[in-house]
C-alpha cells in the first residue's frame, strides 16, 4: 500500500461546529504532516508528527488542534473556525530513516467554513 | 532550511521538451532534491529525485551540477494533461520530521 488516504474528500461546516478531517497511511512511515493550500498558492506546513509526537508546531491557531493515534493515523481536530479558514488541507507521510526520501501526499480535503 | 527558486510559471507546446530549472544555493550535504506535480485541488505527486548527477524515470529526468546549488526537471515530450504546477523541494530525513517549505512553484501551461 503506496497510498495516504485522506477523508472526508469535501467538507463544509459552520463557524460553531466542531468536526475532523483524518489521514491514514500503511507504508511504515513515522512522520506525518499537515499543510493548508490556499487557492493559487503552495502548501503551507501546520503541524509535524514525528512517531506519534508533535514535533513541529507552525503557530497555528488553536482552533486546529491535531492528534497522531497510532503510527497510521493522523486527526486534525476543527472547532470555531473561520471563513478564512478554507483551503485544501493534506495530509503527507515520510521516512525518517537517511537515505532516500519523499513526501507521500493524500488527495486533500477540501474544506468550506460557511 | 534550503529555500528554492523557481520561474514562477512556463508555457509549451504538446509534443516539446520542457525544462525547469530550481535554484537551492544553500543545498546541505544530505540534502536530496525531489521534484512534485500538482494538479488543481488534488496532494502533490512524487515526480523523482536525485542527489547527483542524472537521474531518470519513465516520465522525466532530472539533471544535478556537480556543486548541487540548482536542478533541472526534465519532461520529455510534454502533453496537455502535464499542465500542472512543479514544486522543487529540497531536504533530507530527520528524525523529527521534515519541515520543509513550498517555494512559489512553477505553473507549467501546455498548449496544442
Known amino acids: 500500500d503506496t497510498e495516504v488516504t485522506q477523508t472526508p474528500k469535501h467538507l463544509v461546516m459552520g463557524m460553531t461546529n466542531k468536526k475532523s478531517l483524518k489521514c491514514e497511511q500503511h507504508?511504515?512511515?513515522?512522520?506525518m504532516y499537515w499543510y493548508k493550500q490556499k487557492a493559487k498558492k503552495p502548501p503551507e506546513l501546520m503541524f509535524v508528527?514525528?512517531?506519534?509526537?508533535?514535533?513541529i508546531n507552525e503557530s497555528v491557531p488553536s482552533r486546529f488542534s491535531p492528534e497522531c493515534p497510532n503510527s497510521s493515523l493522523l486527526n486534525l481536530h476543527l472547532h470555531a473556525l473561520q471563513p478564512e479558514d478554507s483551503a485544501l488541507y493534506l495530509c503527507?507521510?515520510?521516512?525518517?530513516?537517511?537515505?532516500?526520501?519523499?513526501?507521500?501526499f493524500g488527495s486533500g480535503t477540501r474544506l468550506t467554513v460557511v | 532550511l534550503a529555500k528554492t527558486t523557481q520561474p514562477v510559471s512556463m508555457d509549451s507546446y504538446e509534443g516539446q521538451e520542457v525544462n525547469i530549472t530550481c535554484s537551492h544555493n544553500?543545498?546541505?550535504?544530505?540534502?536530496?532534491i525531489t521534484w512534485y506535480q500538482q494538479f488543481p485541488s488534488q496532494g502533490p505527486r512524487f515526480i523523482i529525485q536525485?542527489?547527483?548527477t542524472k537521474v531518470t524515470n519513465e516520465v522525466a529526468s532530472l539533471f544535478i551540477p556537480a556543486d548541487r546549488k540548482s536542478s533541472t526537471l526534465s519532461l520529455p515530450r510534454v502533453s496537455l494533461s502535464d499542465t500542472a504546477v512543479y514544486y522543487c523541494?529540497?531536504?533530507?530525513?530527520?528524525?523529527?520530521?521534515?519541515?520543509?517549505?513550498f517555494g512559489t512553484g512553477t505553473q507549467l501551461k501546455v498548449e496544442l
Open positions: 503527507a507521510s515520510s521516512q525518517v530513516r537517511q537515505g532516500a526520501w519523499g513526501y507521500t
Open positions: 507504508m511504515g512511515h513515522r512522520a
Open positions: 508528527y514525528s512517531y506519534e509526537k508533535l514535533s
Open positions: 544553500n543545498i546541505a550535504t544530505n540534502d536530496y
Open positions: 536525485g542527489y547527483k
Open positions: 523541494l529540497v531536504g533530507a530525513p530527520k528524525g523529527g520530521g521534515n519541515k520543509l517549505t
